[in-house]
Structure formats: structure tokens, C-alpha cells
């Protein structure tokens, strides 16, 4: 057995053995200690790995990072953004408790308070008819109890996350599952825009400055909510655990100092501006309009679906975690939306036709004054959670794309996690898309509202309906069946007449865009499950080729006889016989052509040269054609193009070489049944 032996840091001594089993690859270290005498021998798989088993190697920490100054640079920059890696052991360590997972998976639900009872109202000032604000608010309330009621056995049932896709797809087949999946993901991406949008409209309702920039931050906080998660799911709970218990203490706060008044008698007066009244305008009440009220404050239900999606991102037990988080939820946010709406109707309080005042904000400084410092607690903190709202669709987007991904509906780099164990390819699609929504609605609250809760209602539909299939199927196994069945089926019910009245009142005012854009997105998701379905069929059509009869025939095509083109030679001989190995050189110069052929029979390098005049100083028409002619010829070989290329040492200095190994690459990449085959020549610092 032959060994190497160096120094290695700290005077350790290395033998590098040669090994029957990993040529090359196995590392004595004999390391003396800090006293005469005290050494020892550390055997290791190879320099940057260990060894797990006999072919089974682990890279250690830091092995395969950049070591050029701009690589470390960029790396640690991106550490300082998203954390350092964590490896896959640790990710039982990243799940949420129910403290972390109400602020995760809650919020969103939660913050809607902030906004449905003022959607409510923006639509029945319409008719002077603000006095139905609380019957709306109980039948909202209402609903939202039958569906958490639902999703109770929706978390029961599957244990390792239940969302309308995975239930639809079990029970009721792939395309309803699909469509779930399209309304689901469209809902998220409302999410973010909504909530941020709302957020927005919080901050600059005590700071009215900002209000023509109200696009540009939401934007900003788009990207911030992207780097938080980008950091993992753990770390997000952390960072916005925090503002959640400020808000849920501002408001409460705010509903019990507003009761107390209303029960002594000293609620305060109201006069809006006289400007709001005219502004509104004046309609005749009708069923439509009650209608387009009760589905404009059904917004308030967005969220509930988030905790049946992330089950699988709580600690143990998962399911129980997740439903007492779901109960919490609903109690929160029913107390908090009844209050608002009962304060509001009490007050009188109508809502700012230009949006640049919401009505907690007109609530807060009625109680507690204009500007004080209560005031600027409820807004901050509203606008605060309204933000982090989103960060619900940021835990359930990536995590429901990788679920399309493992089923091939979806690209499957949404499949992988970063290095945070996060979903990243997710996150930072829907980071786009959210920004893209705000840019294009400016910012708009209200212009957003209507294409918000049609998708909602259909994936609650969807997945309660396949609840009803799921029991059913399962009649025979499990106790208590029947009851459980009735209320998923009441459940699908409820929403199911609530998407057809969302869908009916808010057509004309948006609805419609998110009934063309699901069926689109479905119809995306299905092509994209055909294409992989084509490419598992041809991948598995053919019988693999024995070695025996694998003929290549090499073709090097070369510029000069440098040293790259001599070393691609060099490699081409080394698999293939001479014979059967052809340089070609292409040229538009009679010059070249005496020039090229008189290097060539200097060096002698016992191959064929080939030299292909371009009259019209094309190289990769003529070369392509070429390798075409020669498969036409040989159609038992298999085509090999070996590509010399060269590798300057600096980056930038790519910009100053034509890049034609690159583009020939690119060409070749959509020829069927040529290999391709690039060497590299790195051009040493040295001598750059």
C-alpha cells in the first residue's frame, strides 16, 4: 500500500493511504498533543468528509465552499441575511409550540378583524343602511365557527397536514384537487398583497406623509417578510411572535376601555367630515348589496385553512397542537371582529372614501384622542400585525407547492429546501407575485378586497367535501362517523353558499379575474404533469445500452493547436482509437486554412483533421451540419463532441473571449443523440 506523509496545521503529521476499497480517498492523521510523548492516529474518508459506512461519505461543515474573495464575500453576505445552514438532522429542532405557531399560522386570520368590519361598511354606507353592520358581523361569525368546527376533523383525520389539496386529491381525484390547489395558492398570493396593502393603510392613517408612497413600502415590506422566512420557519415564529401579543393587548385593550364607556354612558361623540357623506353617494338597498356587504366582510375567514396546511410544522403531537391553535384562533378573532363592528355601529363611525383612514383608526383616536399615545400603540401595532399577517401565506405557499412538486405538477426545485430548511424557491415566487399584485393595484385595500375571497371559499368547498368522502369511505373502520360526516357536510354546505354568493355580488367588481385566473394556473399545473408524465415514459422506453456496444466516434472541433486544444485531443485519443477520432477546424480564410494545415503536420497527432471553409464566417451552422453528415454516415456510433475550453482565472475576464465553447454547448444541448463532453483548461492567476 503506497502513502504520502506532510505536515499538516499545528505540525499534525498525514499519511494519505491508497485504499483497495477508496483509491485515494482514505487520510491518516498521526497528531502529536501538547506534551512530549502524546500522540495519536486519526483516520478519516477523505479531507472534508466522514465516513459513514463503506461507500457512504459526509461532507463536513464548510466543505465545498467558495474560496475566491468575491465567493466568500457573497457568502458572507448571505449569511448575515438568512443565518448560517441548518443541517437536516436539526429539523425536529425548527418546529413551532402553539405560542409560536398561533403567531405563524394565526395571524392572518387574526388581522382580519382589523379590516372586514370597514369592508362591511363600505359597502352599506352605499345605502345609508350601517345599522346591518352587526347582523353581518354575527353570520360571518357563524360561518367561521362551522368551518373551524370542520377543520377540527380535517387536522384530526390527517394528522401530517390536511390542506384542501391533499383531502380533494384523496377523496375526490386529481383534477378537484387541482383546482383546490390553484384556488389555494391564488388565495395566498391575495394574502400577502391584502394584508400588507391593509398594514399600509394602518401606518399612514397616523402618518398621512406617507401616503403617496404607501406602494413603495409595501413593496419594502414584501422584501423583508422574503428575507425573514428565507431564514427558516422557526426563526420567522421568533421574529414575529413578538408584535402578534402587542397587537392582541392594544386591541383588547382598546375593546374593553370602548365597552366600559358604552356601559357607563360615556361613549364620546363622532362627527365624521361633512365631504365623506357626499363622497359615498347614495343607492337603494337591495338583496345584491347586502349580499356584496356579507362577502366583502367574509374576507375574515382567510387563514382558517393555513393551520390544516402547516399540521406537519408543529411540534408533537402535531395534531392536537394544531387544533387548539385552531380554536384559539377563532376565538380571537370572533371577539375582536364583534367588538370592532359593535363599537363601530355604537359610534357611528363611517369609512374615509379615500382610504387614508381606516376605521380602527377612527375608533381609536375617538376613545382615546386624536394623536395620543394609545393611538399610535393600535395603529402601529395594526399596521405591524397586518404586515406580518402574510407571513401565514409564507409558511403555507412553499410548503403546498412542494407538495404539487412531489406529485409533478409543479417544477421540482419547489420540491428542495435551502439552507434554512425552508421551501426558498417558494417563497421567493410568491414574494414576486405579492409585489407584482401591490404594484399593479397601487397599494389598494379595497381594489384587491374582490378577488380575494372567491378562491377561498371554493378550496374551503372542496376540502370539506372531500371530509364527507373520506368518512363515508371509512364507515366501516371508524366509531362516530356519522356525526362527523354531518358536519363536514354542513360545512361544505356553508361555504359552498358563500363562494356562490361571493362569486354573484363581487363579479362585476373583480370576482371575475380570479375565476378565469384558476382555471389557467389548473390548466398550467396539468401541462406541467403531462410534460413529466412524457418524460417518465421515455425515460423508461428504452433498454439501457450495454458497454460492448457503445461505438463513440470522438469530433474535437478547434480553433488553433494551442495547449486546450491539444489537451481535448489528448482526451479524445484516451477514449476512443485514432481512427475514429476527427479534429475539425472551421474558418472563412484561405490563410488559416495553409496555416492550420502546416501546424498540423508539424505536430502529427496521428488523427484526422478535417477544415471546413465558411464562406459566410458562420461557426456553428457549418459544425452542426458537419456532425449531422457524420451520424447520417455512421448511425451506429455514438456521436461524441469533446469541446475545449478556456478558463480564465478571474471572472470579469470572461467578458473579454467570445465565449464559442459556451455557445456551442448551448446549441448542441437540443441535438438528440450526441454526447457532449467539455475540458477545461484553467489559465493560472500566475500568468493571467
Known amino acids: 500500500m503506497a502513502n504520502r506523509a506532510d505536515l499538516g496545521e499545528g505540525g ?11 483509491p485515494d480517498l482514505e487520510w491518516r492523521e498521526v497528531v502529536h498533543g501538547g506534551r512530549p510523548g502524546d500522540q495519536f492516529v486519526r483516520i478519516a474518508s477523505h479531507k472534508g468528509f466522514r465516513r459513514i459506512d463503506q461507500g457512504h461519505l459526509v461532507p463536513r461543515e464548510g466543505t465545498g465552499e467558495p474560496t475566491g474573495g468575491i465567493g466568500r464575500a457573497l457568502q458572507a453576505f448571505k449569511r448575515f441575511l438568512i443565518g448560517n445552514p441548518i443541517p437536516t438532522s436539526r429539523e425536529g429542532h425548527e418546529r413551532l409550540n402553539k405560542l409560536k405557531g398561533l403567531a405563524v399560522f394565526a395571524s392572518d386570520n387574526i388581522s382580519s378583524s382589523a379590516y372586514a368590519t370597514e369592508e362591511i361598511m363600505r359597502v352599506l354606507i352605499l345605502t345609508m343602511a350601517l345599522s346591518l353592520t352587526m347582523p353581518i358581523t354575527f353570520a360571518i361569525i357563524t360561518v367561521l365557527a362551522i368551518v373551524i368546527t370542520s377543520y377540527q376533523q380535517t387536522i384530526r383525520a390527517y394528522s401530517k397536514g ?55 413600502f409595501g413593496v419594502g415590506f414584501v422584501v423583508l417578510l422574503c428575507l425573514g422566512n428565507l431564514r427558516g420557519i422557526r426563526d420567522s415564529g ?60 367574509s374576507v375574515a375567514l382567510t387563514g382558517v385553512e393555513a393551520v390544516s396546511d402547516g399540521v406537519a410544522a408543529f411540534k408533537p403531537p402535531e395534531a392536537r397542537n394544531a387544533q387548539t ?102 417563497i421567493i415566487l410568491l414574494s414576486l407575485l405579492a409585489a407584482a399584485l401591490i404594484v399593479i393595484f397601487k397599494g389598494s385595500v379595497t381594489s384587491l378586497i374582490p378577488l380575494y375571497t372567491v378562491g377561498v371559499f371554493l378550496a374551503f368547498t372542496l376540502s370539506q367535501s372531500g371530509m ?9 373502520e371508524e366509531k362516530g362517523w356519522r356525526w362527523r360526516a354531518i358536519i363536514n357536510g354542513i360545512g361544505a354546505s ?24 384558476i382555471p389557467a394556473l389548473v390548466a398550467l399545473l396539468w401541462a406541467i404533469h403531462k410534460h413529466y408524465q412524457r418524460m417518465d415514459q421515455a425515460l423508461r422506453a428504452k433498454t439501457p ?80 451540419a458537419y456532425i449531422e453528415a457524420v451520424r447520417d454516415v455512421n ?54
Open 162 to 216: 390536511g390542506g384542501s389539496y391533499i383531502v380533494a386529491s384523496d377523496n375526490l381525484g386529481a383534477m378537484p384537487g387541482l383546482i383546490a390547489a390553484g384556488a389555494v395558492l391564488t388565495d395566498y398570493v391575495l394574502t400577502v398583497a391584502v394584508s400588507i396593502a391593509a398594514g399600509v393603510a394602518a401606518l399612514t392613517s397616523v402618518f398621512p406623509g406617507l401616503f403617496e408612497f404607501r406602494v413603495a
Open 325 to 426: 391553535v385552531l380554536i384559539i384562533m377563532g376565538s380571537l378573532f370572533g371577539t375582536i371582529f364583534l367588538g370592532i363592528s359593535f363599537l363601530a355601529s355604537q359610534l357611528g363611525v363611517i369609512p374615509d372614501p379615500n382610504e387614508q383612514e381606516t376605521v380602527i383608526s377612527q375608533i381609536t383616536r375617538t376613545l382615546v384622542g386624536d394623536g395620543s399615545p394609545y393611538h399610535y400603540l393600535v395603529q402601529i401595532s395594526t399596521a405591524i400585525l397586518l404586515v406580518l399577517a402574510a407571513n401565514t401565506a409564507f409558511a403555507d405557499f412553499p410548503r403546498l407547492a412542494s407538495f404539487l412538486a412531489r406529485d409533478h405538477f409543479l417544477p421540482r426545485q419547489f420540491q428542495f429546501r435551502g439552507d434554512r430548511l425552508d421551501f426558498s424557491t417558494g
Open 494 to 517: 356553508a361555504t359552498g353558499v358563500v363562494m356562490l354568493v361571493v362569486g354573484v355580488s363581487k363579479f362585476a367588481l373583480g370576482a371575475w379575474m380570479v375565476m378565469v385566473i
Open 545 to 624: 445500452l450495454r458497454r460492448e456496444l457503445v461505438h463513440p466516434r470522438i469530433i474535437v472541433p478547434i480553433a488553433n493547436l494551442k495547449v486546450p486544444a491539444q489537451q481535448a485531443i489528448a482526451f479524445a485519443r484516451a477514449i476512443a482509437a485514432d481512427d475514429r477520432v476527427i479534429a475539425v477546424h472551421i474558418t472563412d480564410s484561405a490563410e488559416s486554412i495553409e496555416s492550420m494545415r502546416h501546424e498540423w503536420a508539424e505536430w502529427q497527432p496521428g488523427i484526422q483533421l478535417v477544415i471546413i471553409e465558411s464562406p459566410y464566417r458562420s461557426l456553428l451552422g457549418p459544425l452542426l
Open 12 to 22: 499534525e503529521e498525514r499519511h494519505r493511504l491508497a485504499s483497495p476499497t477508496h
Open 238 to 297: 421568533t421574529i414575529f411572535a413578538a408584535p402578534a401579543y402587542v397587537y392582541l393587548f392594544a386591541i383588547y385593550g382598546l375593546l374593553g376601555y370602548g365597552l366600559w364607556l358604552f356601559v357607563t354612558g360615556n361613549l364620546p361623540p363622532y362627527e365624521p367630515p361633512a365631504e365623506w357623506h357626499e363622497a359615498h353617494g347614495v343607492e337603494a338597498l337591495s338583496l345584491l348589496l347586502i349580499l356584496r356587504a356579507f362577502s366583502s366582510g
Open 635 to 688: 448511425p451506429n456510433d455514438t456521436i461524441t463532441v469533446v469541446i475545449p475550453e478556456l478558463v480564465p482565472s478571474h471572472w470579469w475576464e470572461n467578458l473579454l473571449h467570445n465565449q464559442t465553447a459556451l455557445r456551442l454547448k448551448g446549441a448542441l444541448l437540443f441535438e438528440p443523440g450526441i454526447v457532449v463532453i467539455d475540458v477545461p483548461y484553467h489559465i493560472a492567476a500566475e500568468v493571467s
Open 468 to 476: 364527507v368522502r373520506h368518512w363515508w369511505r371509512l364507515r366501516h
